[in-house]
């Protein structure tokens, strides 16, 4: 897909012809890695997918990020399959896809009108900006999903997701696993497998973390730790716990230290954050969890496709933290 010129058309002709096609994940916590699914993985679930969002062929949605990324791919294709137009101009739109982060952006902007149906994915919602776009006039509509497994979830926030249609979703070691036919086939032989598994029994893993309780499914976040003074720590389960201490945002990243290997550092989006998360990680952390690297950053970096630049964003910390200790020496 990545190398069509006109890729939604790319998309229908490959489904026509029942010929699979490769998309590219993210690479937000890796090496990108090309991913192979049937077209059916995506087109079965489009009618579901459509009720929930009351997109009808009256519908025009907006997308503003490259159809490189398989969010807005996969938004385009569902407008289609439900008559609807696409575009990237917001000019009479009915609905639209963003990640969290050009939520944040869009907002107060001018570009999303109230009524508005707004389908955020690629990352966590937070349910404070959900609230904020609420009282815009703006109804939000959010999923859990990856590349390699499409939609795994689905709410109004990260807060309140269940299990997607016809979706089933197991805990093993902390990390979840799921089985469905939205599926992918895994990435395509000779490239990167990352974390991605499948098991015997159809069950899926990318390396996610999260808890279930019933069809709710909570979601840690993406694979990933640092190694600190010869010790491990796992990011996506800290992240959570400090965003539940958190009044905004919270994003962890590993900052490079010439004794101990790394250090964690914080960024926030609100600046009374860092006292109240300071003092809180004094209560309840250990010394290897404890963020050493604080900034503020109203607005993080993100990438072409509207997610998080975490490099970007550690340079960002990196510089703060440097700037903080020359002050203060």
């Given at each position: 897909?990545?190398?069509?010129?006109?890729?939604?058309?790319?998309?229908?002709?490959?489904?026509?012809?029942?010929?699979?096609?490769?998309?590219?994940?993210?690479?937000?916590?890796?090496?990108?890695?090309?991913?192979?699914r049937s077209t059916a993985s995506w087109v079965d679930s489009f009618g579901l997918?459509?009720?929930?969002?009351?997109?009808?062929?009256?519908?025009?949605?907006y997308i503003p990020g490259p159809l490189s990324a398989t969010m807005n791919l996969?938004?385009?294709?569902?407008?289609?399959?439900?008559?609807?137009?696409?575009?990237?101009?917001?000019?009479?739109?009915?609905?639209c896809t963003l990640t969290p982060s050009g939520l944040g952006r869009a907002l107060g902007s001018g570009l999303l009108s109230p009524g508005l149906v707004v389908l955020v994915a690629g990352d966590g919602l937070h349910d404070n900006l959900r609230d904020e776009a609420r009282a815009q006039g703006l109804r939000?509509?959010?999923?859990?999903?990856a590349t390699e497994l499409s939609l795994v979830a689905w709410g109004s926030c990260r807060s309140d997701l269940r299990l997607f249609d016809?979706?089933?979703?197991?805990?093993?070691?902390?990390?979840?696993?799921?089985?469905?036919?939205?599926?992918?086939?895994?990435?395509?032989?000779?490239?990167?497998?990352?974390?991605?598994?499948?098991?015997?029994?159809?069950?899926?893993?990318?390396?996610?973390?999260?808890?279930?309780?019933?069809?709710?499914?909570?979601?840690?976040?993406?694979?990933?730790?640092?190694?600190?003074?010869?010790?491990?720590?796992?990011?996506?389960?800290?992240?959570?716990?400090?965003?539940?201490?958190?009044?905004?945002?919270?994003?962890?990243?590993g900052i490079p230290h010439p004794v101990v290997g790394q250090v964690l550092g914080c960024a926030v989006t609100r600046p009374d954050d860092v006292e109240r998360l300071r003092a809180?990680?004094?209560?309840?952390?250990?010394?290897?969890?404890?963020?050493?690297?604080?900034?503020?950053?109203?607005?993080?970096?993100l990438t072409a496709a509207g997610k998080i630049d975490t490099s970007a964003l550690a340079a960002l910390i990196r510089g703060h933290h440097a700037t903080s200790k020359e002050q203060h020496s």
């Open positions: 897909m990545a190398a069509a010129i006109e890729p939604v058309a790319a998309f229908w002709a490959a489904h026509a012809a029942r010929r699979p096609i490769a998309v590219h994940s993210s690479g937000t916590t890796g090496q990108s890695r090309t991913i192979v997918a459509a009720a929930r969002l009351d997109l009808s062929s009256a519908g025009r949605f996969f938004a385009a294709c569902l407008a289609d399959a439900a008559g609807a137009s696409w575009s990237p101009d917001p000019a009479g739109a009915t609905h939000v509509e959010h999923y859990y999903g016809r979706v089933e979703a197991r805990i093993i070691d902390g990390r979840i696993w799921v089985r469905s036919p939205w599926l992918s086939d895994g990435p395509a032989p000779g490239t990167p497998v990352g974390s991605w598994q499948r098991s015997a029994d159809g069950f899926a893993g990318i390396g996610d973390h999260g808890r279930l309780d019933g069809d709710r499914l909570h979601v840690q976040g993406r694979d990933g730790a640092i190694t600190t003074g010869g010790a491990t720590v796992e990011l996506a389960p800290l992240t959570d716990r400090l965003r539940a201490a958190a009044g905004g945002e919270v994003y962890l990243v809180w990680s004094q209560r309840n952390l250990g010394p290897a969890e404890r963020p050493r690297a604080w900034a503020v950053v109203e607005q993080p970096p």
